[in-house]
């Protein structure tokens, strides 16, 4: 965690480059459909894909609740913009936890320095996410051969290494998973390019094809049977955190929007701001953008600490913020008229941007099965609960 008067500079730093130049950013995309890899090589250069990152691997050494305020002003922008530092600044700590010195100066650095990109791949196409996965893995000496499918998989065209999950040949459940760090360019690796997309407009998605797939033994992050940990303690929980908090910043976008039409538009010589109906609105909106930051942040001092009910509060914030998103934003495009409608206007993309979220790290449905399970373990230790 760094002092309030360094976070102040960079909060400031972050929140002028996403007005100026990621506003830019965001034309760019918009007009084009894709990310160039001059965006990356920017958001690299100024280290904001890297903010989180301790300063021993070339971070900025933020405490993760600090990282979550700059998330917040990140989302603000452009999707895709969201995305990159989204995945980027949380890759590193899922492999950390489990890599050994060696794969910490191979992997863990270059990624966090930006020489090489890692996508996130657990995602399959025939199950969930998470004990069910099908993609399996045979040893044979000092090599694993990977045979199996991934879709839906952010930055699964562009990647230098998928980080990935599977499990060993013949076995079930959480104890025969593993997470492999599969080189993109590898034998036996075939991506199909599916980023054509409602939102979000230019990340690139893939679907992906496994056969037989040589994949060294010391790419393994972590010992056999915990492959899940990687993933789903490493990576999802705070990146549930953050997805709730990239609701907030785009929800806020949004209300400002609104607010700043509903300002200028007259109708019947009255601004739409003298109408009670639109007043009230934006009262609503802005009360629940803030009551959901406020969970967001709780989460997040949660997971800093190493409490055991962050994945709880993560799912528990994840949840509401994305119904909160949903309704901001419909009221957003409401207040705009049939002028949101239109894709001249920022409403429209920050409407289609918002329901990618509903899905990201998980629907709802899968939120609350992660909070009724947590709800049962902690009756369960109480022996039905408190009186």
């Known amino acids: 965690m760094v002092d309030e008067e360094r976070f102040d500079r960079v909060r400031d730093e972050v929140g002028q480059w996403v007005r100026g130049p990621g506003e830019r950013w965001a034309e760019r995309i918009e007009e084009t459909g894709e990310v160039p890899e001059a965006l990356w090589a920017e958001l690299n250069g100024l280290g904001f894909l890297r903010m989180a990152a301790p300063v021993e691997y070339g971070g ?17 922008s452009h999707g895709s913009i969201r995305m990159i530092v989204h995945v980027v600044n949380g890759i590193w700590r899922s492999m950390d936890g489990h890599a050994s010195d060696d794969q910490r100066k191979r992997f863990v650095v270059p990624s966090v320095m930006g020489e090489i990109k ?63 760090l599969v080189p993109r360019d590898a034998p036996g690796v075939r991506a199909e390019d599916i980023s054509d997309t409602m939102g979000v407009t ?39 955190i953050s997805v709730a908090m990239s609701c907030v910043g785009l929800a806020r976008r949004a209300q400002q929007l609104a607010f700043d039409h509903a300002r200028t538009r007259v109708t019947f010589g009255k601004s739409l ?69 239109w894709k001249s206007q920022t409403i429209e993309r920050v409407y289609r941007d918002a329901r990618a979220q509903r899905f990201e790290e998980g629907t709802n449905e899968v939120q609350k099965a992660v909070v009724f399970r947590e709800l049962l373990r902690q009756g369960a230790a109480t022996g039905g609960g408190e009186r």
């Open 273 to 341: 701001t003298e109408r009670q109906a639109i007043q009230f609105m934006l009262a609503e909106n802005a009360t629940d953008i803030e009551a959901a930051r406020q969970l967001v942040l709780h989460a997040a001092r949660r997971f800093e600490a190493g409490a055991d009910d962050a994945s709880m509060q993560s799912s528990m914030a994840k949840m509401h913020a994305v119904t909160m998103l949903t309704t901001v934003t419909d009221k957003a495009l409401q207040i705009h008229g049939g002028l949101g409608y």
């Open 118 to 180: 890692i996508a996130f791949t657990l995602t399959e196409p025939g199950n969930g996410t998470g004990a069910d996965i099908t993609a399996s893995v045979t040893r044979e000496g000092d090599t694993y051969y990977l045979s199996g499918r991934k879709h839906l998989i952010t930055f699964g065209m562009r990647c230098d290494y998928y980080l990935l999950a599977a499990r060993l040949a013949d076995t079930s459940g959480h104890r025969g998973t593993v997470a492999l």
């Open 60 to 76: 900025q050494g933020l405490g993760f609740a600090q990282w979550m305020e700059l998330m917040e002003i990140f989302s603000r």
């Open 202 to 240: 230019g990340t690139d998605h893939a679907s992906l094809v496994f056969d037989r797939t040589p994949v060294p033994v010391d790419h393994r992050i972590g010992e056999e049977g915990e492959g899940l940990d990687v993933f789903l303690g490493g990576f999802l929980t705070p990146s549930r």
